[in-house]
T-cell receptor
Framework: AQTVTQSQPEMSVQEAETVTLSCTYDTSESDYYLFWYKQPPSRQMILVIRQEAYKQQNATENRFSVNFQKAAKSFSLKISDSQLGDAAMYFCAYSTLFHNTGTASKLTFGTGTRLQVTL | NAGVTQTPKFQVLKTGQSMTLQCAQDMNHEYMSWYRQDPGMGLRLIHYSVGAGITDQGEVPNGYNVSRSTTEDFPLRLLSAAPSQTSVYFC??????????FGPGTRLLVL
């Protein structure tokens, strides 16, 4: 079974600074997706960024980027120029593919990292 | 598009009562799923469906039933609620090779 580990229960960053959240996973599959979701106090799950395992290039979305190390099974999230609105729980998640349809399969989540942003 | 909608937002049940959590999506997504979120834990998969008429169990299916009669709707039924089912429930949907998008969640308290 796949597992996702987030070893940092809490992190803190000053506004405008950069912070990196860690995630490791375990799988025997060669093709899969990795995600970072943000959950603010409203509890809404918001997609931050997505990485396909077959792509060597690291995904980037504005101030958010990942460092995907497939051999090491590591998938960290870097937030640059941190803003107060970035304060939230961040979940790393993994999914395999349905081999028949190619549709993204069941998500396995880590336990989350709570990010605080200070002035 | 409304995306993924869930009702109710909050519900209190007594042990042994039954209820249905509603989930609907208007994106014509094939894949729908239910997760529960407990304190200190990530989301865990309860049941999922890859299309109308097809459902399967996830990681924590006990105590829950699902059905998928239409592409749009995927209700989650609790036949006899237990305090251990106190949680926040999320419904999600996705199309082919797409990210799963989540509803706003339903907070359930079982006394």
């Amino acid at each position: 079974a796949q597992t996702v580990t987030q070893s940092q229960p809490e992190m803190s960053v000053q506004e405008a600074e950069t912070v990196t959240l860690s995630c490791t996973y375990d799988t025997s599959e060669s093709d899969y997706y990795l995600f970072w979701y943000k959950q603010p106090p409203s509890r809404q799950m918001i997609l931050v960024i997505r990485q396909e395992a077959y792509k060597q290039q690291n995904a980037t979305e504005n101030r958010f980027s990942v460092n995907f190390q497939k051999a090491a099974k590591s998938f960290s999230l870097k937030i640059s120029d941190s803003q107060l609105g970035d304060a939230a729980m961040y979940f790393c998640a993994y999914s395999t593919l349905f081999h028949n349809t190619g549709t993204a399969s069941k998500l396995t989540f880590g336990t989350g990292t709570r990010l605080q942003v200070t002035l | 598009n409304a995306g993924v909608t869930q009702t109710p937002k909050f519900q209190v049940l007594k042990t042994g009562q039954s209820m249905t959590l509603q989930c609907a999506q208007d994106m014509n997504h094939e894949y729908m799923s239910w997760y529960r979120q407990d304190p200190g834990m990530g989301l865990r998969l309860i049941h999922y469906s890859v299309g109308a008429g097809i459902t399967d169990q996830g990681e924590v299916p006990n105590g829950y039933n699902v059905s998928r009669s239409t592409t749009e709707d995927f209700p989650l039924r609790l036949l006899s609620a237990a305090p251990s089912q106190t949680s926040v429930y999320f419904c999600a949907s996705s199309g082919r090779k797409e990210t799963q998008y989540f509803g706003p969640g339903t907070r359930l308290l079982v006394l």
